[in-house]
């Protein structure tokens, strides 16, 4: 079942015109991340989903109680002054009458140790782990993770993924900003691509890691041959989505030999590339070169 559905929602601040009629499903018990270059209406999605921004037009379609089935951590760290890290945690499940066992969910995100410690005193990674815990701390059907490791040190890291995994196993579904491709790669459903306001593809992750490239160098410009294969180029680099073996592919291209070629797997890094180098076909991934 669809949790949220986004039809043609449409924000402009002024004459400027941050989401153009995007348009997104999003199922309950998945995982998806969100990924886009700066400015292309990441943050503006995520407050028009909260209901922080009255839309221009478009429907944002819900059967969820935001007081009660949401959980939200956003870039930064909001807490109020002279409070122990227990007692604001209190505090929080108080809004929701839910009771909790304090002392376990501390344990969870490794902060056990700070309960009676003050919040301004917690280094920055503590922080983080804090705001991830008041997230999810009253049981939400609907998460919403903005940059959650930013700050955070490798183990703290490795944490936030075993907890994230737990709450996907408990059904869960979750919303999430990160550029971390072990992430995304490790436990992400969906990967969402907003460009120019839109979502320009809504990649599965399972079809996505059984997609093979070809990587190539050429002694020639790129722009002649294969364009509608091409994921992104860089010089005379250029990576490509194909179902044709390496071998097919020269015999293809035997004109601009010499060419040193690499067949591997599909790779998240590969779509941020292709964001911020030439793209070819929108549609690349369910693309045969056949």
């Known amino acids: 079942m669809s949790l949220i559905e986004v039809k043609e929602l449409t924000k402009k601040f002024g004459d400027q015109t941050v989401l153009n009629k995007l348009s997104v499903k999003i199922e ?6 969100l990924i886009g270059k700066n400015g292309a209406g990441k943050t503006t999605f995520i407050k028009s989903l909260l209901g922080m921004y009255k839309n221009t037009s478009g429907k944002i379609l819900t059967n969820l109680d935001t007081k009660r089935d949401l959980g939200v951590m956003l870039q930064e760290n909001i807490f109020p002054t002279n409070i122990k890290v227990g007692e604001l945690i209190k505090l929080h499940l108080s809004f929701y009458k839910k009771k909790a066992d304090v002392t376990a969910l501390l344990e969870k995100v490794q902060l056990q140790n700070q309960k009676n410690k003050l919040v301004d005193d917690l280094s920055g ?28 040190d ?48 809504n990649i599965l992750m399972n079809e996505m890691k059984n997609k093979k490239v070809l ?3 050429l002694s020639k410009k790129v722009n002649q041959y294969e364009m509608q294969n091409i994921l992104y180029q860089l010089d005379d680099h250029i990576v490509i989505v194909t179902d044709i073996n390496e071998e097919k592919f020269r015999e293809r291209n035997s004109s601009y030999e010499p060419m040193n070629i690499k067949v591997r797997n599909l790779e998240v890094s590969d779509i941020f590339k292709k964001l911020i180098y030439i793209g070819g076909n929108s549609d690349v991934y369910n693309h045969s070169a056949d």
């Open 125 to 152: 990674g503590q922080k983080r782990r804090l705001s991830f815990l008041l997230a999810v701390a009253h049981d939400p059907k609907f998460i919403i993770l903005d940059e959650p490791t930013t700050g955070m």
């Open 28 to 33: 309950a018990g998945n995982i998806y991340t």
């Open 215 to 217: 990587e190539v160098s």
């Open 154 to 201: 490798f183990d703290s890291v490795r944490n936030f993924i075993i907890n994230i995994k737990a709450l996907k196993a408990n059904g869960k579904t979750i919303l999430m900003i990160t550029h971390d491709f072990f992430q995304i790669e490790e436990f992400s459903d969906h990967l969402l691509i907003l460009n120019a306001g839109e979502i320009e593809e």
